[in-house]
């Protein structure tokens, strides 16, 4: 018999925000909504918006096995 090859999987990666400081920063990001949404398509702004605001939510919620949530996106 052939021994079958296993991954591991990574480790969650839990929280690094506390609550207080992920609300306080996806407030701010919520208040600058006006100004990206005034963008031209395609304007590297909104991307650096898009990814910032993917990292709070990232450190405000756990990575189950280092992945996104399956409800992100």
Excluded: Y
Excluded at 52 to 67: D, S, V, Y
């Amino acid at each position: 018999m052939v021994p079958v090859a296993t991954r591991k999987q990574p480790d969650i990666v839990g929280p690094s925000l506390t609550p207080h400081k992920a609300i306080e920063l996806l407030r701010a990001r919520l208040d600058d909504c006006d100004r990206i949404d005034a963008l031209q398509f395609g304007d590297p702004e909104i991307q650096k918006w898009e990814d910032t605001t993917e990292a709070i939510l990232h450190g405000a919620f756990e990575k189950p096995n280092g992945e996104p949530h399956q409800m992100e996106g």
